[in-house]
């Protein structure tokens, strides 16, 4: 017999109290943040001069 938290086939977190793979509210714009974060760092680092060299010899 299934239990409570089976009964949809997704078991609940054993320390959430929700199902596995439920999202908390705020838990979308936290990850959404993180990710901007992360993308505009990358985007302020310089082109290393190895890939700049390799980009020249296309031309």
């Known amino acids: ?3 409570e938290g ?3 086939g997704t078991p609940r977190h054993p320390d959430k109290g929700r199902r ?4 908390k509210p705020g838990d979308a714009d936290d990850i959404g943040d993180a990710l901007r974060s992360v993308y505009d760092d990358a ?4 082109i290393p001069s190895e890939m700049l060299e390799l980009l020249g010899k296309l031309n």
Do not use: F, L, N, P
């Open 1 to 3: 017999m299934a239990s």
């Open 6 to 8: 089976d009964r949809a």
């Open 20 to 23: 596995a793979g439920e999202e």
């Open 43 to 46: 985007v302020k680092e310089d």
